[in-house]
């Protein structure tokens, strides 16, 4: 895995972090929704905020959660944990080297980290021929 991963690590940049996660997803997920039986990779999941909010409007869809930083991913569990939801399954790894197999998930939502700092999109094998980057809205 790579070590050059810069957020989250003090506490200082995990609340600059939450914030910046709060505001934002109230702007891209508010009302993104997958459909049941959905596998659902949130890649660069960070502190959780964008996972809540995914999970609970989905909560038939299965959201798998990625993070480099397993402090993040231990901020993020503990969201999820408060929120009650169990269709996330969360998983520490680098998102240049994802350990799934090809057509593993439907959709993948827009997050800005990965997005604006590392990743124009997940790796094409990883969707299927109808898979989707961008959240599927409401009707």
Do not use: W
Request: hydrophobic content about 40%; overall charge neutral.
């Amino acid at each position: 895995m790579k070590k050059s991963y810069v957020h989250g690590y003090d506490q200082r940049e995990n609340t600059r972090l939450q914030d910046q996660a709060f505001t934002l997803v109230e702007l891209l997920h508010p009302d993104t929704f997958y459909p049941a039986g959905s596998h659902v990779l949130e890649a660069g999941c960070g502190v959780g905020a964008q996972t809540v909010t995914l999970a609970k409007n989905s909560p038939d869809a299965l959201i798998t959660s990625v993070d480099i930083s397993e402090t993040s991913l231990a901020e993020a569990r503990k969201k999820v944990a408060a929120a009650g939801l169990t269709n996330v399954f969360f998983e520490q790894a680098d998102i240049f080297n994802l350990p799934y197999v090809e057509n593993s998930f439907n959709f993948f939502p827009e997050n800005p980290a990965p997005a604006k700092f590392l990743l124009p999109g997940p790796p094409p094998r990883l969707l299927p021929a109808n898979g989707h980057k961008l959240p599927r809205q409401r009707a």
